[in-house]
C-alpha cells in the first residue's frame, strides 16, 4: 500500500480531515511504529495539530489499529 492509498483509506475510516504520516526514522520510538493514521484538529492556542489515531510497522497496520479502535468504540456505545 502506498501513501494515497492509505490517506483514502484513512479519510474512509476517520472523516474528511484524516491524513497519514510516515515518520521515518527521525526517532527512536518510530523505529517501530513509523505509520501513523489521525486527524487534524485546530486547536485554540497552538493552531492546526496532528492527532494520531493509530500506529503501526506499515500503512495496512496502523489502519488496522484505527478500525479494531473504531470497532471498539462502536460495541461501548
Excluded: P
Aim: positive net charge.
Amino acid at each position: 500500500m502506498n501513501y494515497a492509498e492509505a490517506k483514502r483509506k484513512a479519510r474512509t475510516l476517520l472523516g474528511q480531515h484524516a491524513d497519514v504520516k510516515d515518520e521515518g526514522l527521525a526517532a527512536v520510538h518510530s523505529a517501530f511504529f513509523r505509520y501513523r493514521v489521525g486527524v487534524w484538529a485546530e486547536l485554540e492556542k497552538s493552531g492546526k495539530q496532528f492527532v494520531i489515531c493509530g500506529c503501526g510497522a506499515s500503512w495496512e497496520a496502523a489502519l488496522e489499529s484505527v478500525e479494531d479502535a473504531t470497532k471498539h468504540q462502536k460495541k461501548e456505545t
